[in-house]
């Protein structure tokens, strides 16, 4: 087989590559280790800045994303601060997400190889050449790494559910504990996504999480996230990731454009990791299907490296005392600060 673009990784940064390199009129593949949909820990947030891909690929998605207004910061204590989005998000699981945005790669034209794995993968000159597992060969112009984070040490865990009988209305709303938080988001099917970020000295034993609501009464010791979700039903179980570190990465991975997380994680906290895996990965595409690759380290790190350093602050207030995360969430709320910080996380077209 020969490519244009060989894509490993259908998550939202690979299959949005997918999708728009095959409009373009490109040979393109997309390998994925697993099958879809799969769950994934994530805030499930999706920033007004993503909006605009889902929109050209995935626009019936949208009808089912409940439409996100506001932030509202939730001390231990329960003093809660409210703030409007500069623009308005939406909410929507990764199981959604993930498989829209794969059934439109492969309706764009782009050959869908679930249960596939690249076992390896050399430059040779102009041309990659690729070993999937099984032993099939061939070849490709061009390779997006869309894998995902690096397996970097790291002190924080991420541990997710979703439930049903959370009334949320159109706010995300943060709970601040030391040593963590916990964001909840609507999404689809009237479910609310609970996504916590923990040390890993205070998340104990993981296995005792699948009881999403029990786990985290024990180990956030924050009695108004605990009343919060009193009498909700999880309606998922619990998905649990390590190693979750931060900051921006090299926008080539092993000779390969990198997308999505492969080419950085932004705080959760900062809630605009959805839209930078669908921007990256169109981006990359975009530029690939002009003839212009090496244009894309400079043009992703335009985009989106100010953002990583806006973030800096807000992932000090999870490591803050709880008396500093209760003033800071109040200076969160203040008109002059919360929109605007949010703002500069954002990436930049």
């Known amino acids: 087989m020969n490519l244009d673009l060989a894509v490993i990784g259908a998550g939202p940064a690979g299959s949005t590559a997918a999708a728009v390199a095959a409009r373009s009129g490109m040979r393109v593949a997309i390998f994925e280790r697993g099958s879809l949909p799969h769950?994934?820990?994530?805030?499930?947030?999706?920033?007004?800045?993503?909006?605009?891909?889902?929109?050209?690929?995935a626009p019936a998605l949208l009808a089912e994303a409940p439409e996100i207004r506001a932030a509202c910061f939730v001390d231990a204590r329960g003093r809660s601060r409210r703030f409007p989005l500069p623009r308005p998000a939406r909410g929507l699981s990764r199981l959604a997400l993930d498989a829209a945005l794969w059934e439109c790669a492969g309706?764009?034209?782009?050959?869908?190889?679930?249960r596939s794995t690249i076992a390896g993968r050399e430059r040779q000159g102009e041309i990659w050449r690729l070993q999937v597992a099984g032993g099939e060969a061939l070849t490709?112009?061009?390779?997006?790494?869309?894998?995902?984070?690096?397996?970097?040490?790291?002190?924080?865990?991420?541990?997710?559910?979703?439930?049903?009988?959370?009334?949320?209305?159109?706010?995300?709303?943060?709970?601040?504990?030391?040593?963590g938080y916990c964001g909840l988001a609507p999404v689809e099917r009237g479910w609310v996504n609970v996504c916590a970020?923990?040390?890993?000295?205070?998340?104990?034993?993981?296995?005792?999480?699948?009881?999403?609501?029990?786990?985290?009464r024990g180990r956030s010791g924050s009695a108004s996230l605990s009343e919060r979700l009193r009498g909700a039903r999880q309606a998922t179980p619990t998905v649990v990731t390590a190693q979750v570190s931060f900051g921006p990465q090299a926008a080539m991975r092993n000779g390969a454009l990198a997308a999505g997380d492969a080419a950085g994680f932004l705080d959760p906290f900062a809630g605009?990791?959805?839209?930078?895996?669908?921007?990256?990965?169109?981006?990359?595409?975009?530029?690939?299907?002009?003839?212009?690759?090496?244009?894309?380290?400079?043009?992703?790190?335009?985009?989106?490296?100010?953002?990583?350093?806006?973030?800096?602050?807000?992932?000090?207030?999870v490591r803050a005392p709880q008396a500093l995360q209760s003033f800071a969430a109040w200076l969160l709320a203040r008109p002059a600060l919360g929109p605007r910080l949010v703002t500069a996380t954002r990436w930049r077209p």
């Open 39 to 57: 769950d994934r820990v994530c805030g499930e947030f999706v920033s007004a800045e993503g909006l605009s891909v889902l929109e050209e690929l």
């Open 107 to 114: 309706a764009s034209g782009a050959e869908l190889r679930p």
């Open 140 to 179: 490709a112009m061009h390779v997006l790494d869309a894998t995902g984070r690096c397996g970097t040490r790291s002190p924080w865990v991420g541990v997710k559910a979703r439930f049903e009988g959370l009334g949320i209305g159109s706010a995300v709303e943060m709970h601040l504990f030391p040593g």
């Open 197 to 216: 970020l923990i040390h890993k000295r205070q998340a104990g034993d993981l296995a005792s999480a699948s009881d999403f609501a029990g786990w985290v």
């Open 272 to 317: 605009d990791g959805l839209a930078r895996a669908m921007l990256s990965g169109q981006l990359a595409a975009n530029l690939l299907a002009q003839g212009r690759p090496h244009a894309y380290a400079q043009a992703l790190a335009r985009a989106a490296d100010l953002g990583f350093a806006a973030a800096v602050p807000l992932r000090a207030l």
